[in-house]
C-alpha cells in the first residue's frame, strides 16, 4: 500500500548520493555495451594456474578501464537472471526463487527503459532459448526492443560445446548484428562458456587444467581462459567495425562459479583453508568500466569502493548523463563522492571498508579477526531494512504507485 512506498521513499532519497561533477555525462551518447560474465569471480583476474596467466587479455584490458576490486554479487536462487534484475533495477532479488519467473508481469523502471527514454535503442543478447528463466517475458517488462536470442544466431554442432553456443562466435555474430542496431543502443550481452560444468572442446583450451582431486575446479580455469580469448576477440571486432569509439562497454561477473561444494580443492588453489571470512571474499566478481578516449588514456585505475551488482544501474547512468535522483533504487553510484561503503548480499551478508558480516560473526577487515557483534549493529540493521524494502516493493508491486515527490528543481 501506499504508505509503505512514502517510508521507502523517504529512505531512499535520504540516501542518495549525487553523481560525480568531474564524470556525470562524461559517455553522454556513446552505445553501452554490458556483457555479463558467466560464473566469474574476481580471484582470476591478475591471477595464474600452473605457472600460466588465466586471464590475459583482462588483466591488460582493466589497466584502460575502471576497475572495482571491492565489488560483490548479490544473487540468490535467480543465478544469472538475479544478476540481471539488480542490474536493471538496482534492487534487491528474492532470498528465494527467481523474480524472472514469479514477478515478470510487475512494473518496473528499468535501466533499458530509461536508455530508452533518452533515445537509445535497447536489446538484449544471448545465444540461448529465448524461454530460459523467462528472460522472453521478463524483457518486455523490464522494456527490451529487442531479444536476440538463439534464433538470431546461427548455432551448429561446430560452434557450440556444453550449453550450448561458444562464446568467440556468439560475440562474432553479435558484433554483426549491432551493425545493423539503431544507435545509440543499449545491449546486454550475456556469455555462456564458462558455466559449470566448464566444459570446452581440447582445441579451445588455451592453458592447461589445474592439478587438483577436483575435476570441475580444474576444469574452471580453462574456460575462464576461453572467455577471456573471447572478450579479447570482441573488442578488435568492435574496432574493426567503427563501433568501439562510440560505445561504453562494462563487465561484470554474473555470481560464483565455483560453490562452496568445491572448498577442498579451492583451499588448495588458494593456499589458505577456506574459512567463512574468505567464503565471503570469494563472493567478489569483477566490475569493468571501459570508456575509449577517457579511460584507454593513461586514466583508468583500481577502485576500491565497496560495491555490488546493484549499483550498476546508477553508475552507468550518471556517466551517460542521465539523472536518478527521482528513482527508486537502493544502488549508488559508485563514483559519487557521497556514497557510502556498503554492500548487502542478499542473504544478509554485508561489508563495508571497515567490517564484514558472515557466519552471524562480525569481523574486522584490516586483520579478518572476530570482533564484537556491536561493531556491526548499524550496519545490520541497515543491511536488513534496505533488503525488507526491496522485498515489499517487488511482493507488492510498488512501482505501480510511484510518482515521485522530488521536485524538478532540487
Ligand atoms: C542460461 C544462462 C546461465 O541462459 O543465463 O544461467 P545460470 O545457470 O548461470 O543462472
Ligand atoms: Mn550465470
Redo the contacts with the bound molecule.
Keep these: 500500500d501506499g504508505s509503505n512506498l512514502i517510508d521507502i521513499e523517504n529512505y531512499v532519497r535520504a540516501n542518495y548520493a549525487k553523481p560525480n561533477e568531474k564524470l556525470f555525462g562524461i559517455a553522454k551518447g556513446r552505445n553501452v555495451i554490458v556483457i ?1 560474465l ?2 566469474t569471480q574476481s580471484f582470476v583476474i591478475n591471477s595464474k594456474v600452473n605457472g600460466q596467466v588465466i586471464t590475459p587479455f583482462l588483466n591488460e584490458f582493466i589497466q584502460d578501464s575502471y576497475y572495482f576490486d571491492q565489488f560483490y554479487h548479490q544473487t540468490g536462487q ?5 544478476s540481471e534484475f539488480l542490474v536493471e533495477n538496482s534492487l534487491f532479488p528474492l532470498n528465494r526463487g527467481a523474480v524472472f519467473f514469479t514477478h515478470a508481469s510487475n512494473e518496473y523502471n528499468s535501466l533499458a527503459e530509461k536508455l530508452n527514454q533518452n533515445g537509445y535503442f535497447t536489446a538484449g543478447m ?1 545465444a ?2 529465448k524461454s ?2 523467462n ?1 522472453d517475458i521478463m524483457y518486455k517488462s523490464l522494456g527490451y526492443q529487442r531479444f536476440y536470442s538463439s534464433t538470431s544466431y546461427s548455432i551448429t554442432d561446430e560452434n557450440s560445446v556444453g ?2 553456443m561458444k562464446d568467440i562466435p556468439f560475440f562474432e555474430q553479435s558484433v554483426d548484428l549491432m551493425k545493423n542496431m539503431p544507435t545509440p543502443f543499449y545491449a546486454k550481452m ?1 556469455t ?1 562458456t564458462n ?2 560444468p566448464f566444459i570446452l572442446n581440447e582445441s579451445d583450451k588455451l592453458i592447461n587444467e589445474y592439478t587438483s582431486s577436483d575435476k570441475t575446479v580444474n576444469r574452471y580455469f580453462t574456460t575462464v581462459r576461453y572467455q577471456d580469448e573471447a572478450i579479447k576477440k570482441f573488442i578488435e571486432k568492435l574496432k574493426v567495425a567503427g563501433l568501439y569509439d562510440h560505445s561504453i562497454i562494462v563487465m561484470y561477473g ?2 560464483y562459479g565455483i560453490s562452496e561444494n568445491h572448498h577442498h580443492s579451492m583451499g588448495e588453489y588458494l593456499g589458505k583453508e577456506i574459512t567463512p571470512y574468505v567464503n565471503l571474499d570469494l563472493q567478489r566478481v569483477p566490475f569493468i568500466i571501459h570508456i575509449p578516449g577517457v579511460t584507454d588514456n593513461g586514466r583508468g585505475k583500481v577502485l576500491s569502493e565497496v560495491g555490488g551488482q546493484i549499483d550498476i544501474r546508477p553508475t552507468i547512468l550518471h556517466l551517460l548523463g542521465v539523472d536518478t535522483k527521482k528513482d527508486i533504487q537502493f544502488g549508488k553510484d559508485l563514483f559519487s563522492p557521497d556514497h557510502l561503503n556498503f554492500t548487502v548480499l542478499r542473504d544478509g551478508q554485508f561489508i563495508t571498508d571497515k567490517y564484514a558480516w558472515t557466519a552471524n560473526n562480525c569481523y574486522l577487515r584490516d586483520t579478518g579477526e572476530v570482533i564484537d557483534k556491536s561493531f556491526c549493529r548499524d550496519f545490520q540493521e541497515k543491511a536488513n531494512m534496505e533488503l525488507d524494502y526491496s522485498d515489499k516493493i517487488i511482493y507488492g508491486d510498488l512501482l505501480r504507485f510511484y510518482t515521485s515527490t522530488v521536485s524538478d528543481n532540487l
Design positions: 555479463s558467466e560464473s535467480g543465478k544469472t537472471s538475479d544471448h540461448n532459448n530460459f528463466w528472460r550449453w550450448g550475456l555462456l558455466h559449470h554474473d555470481h
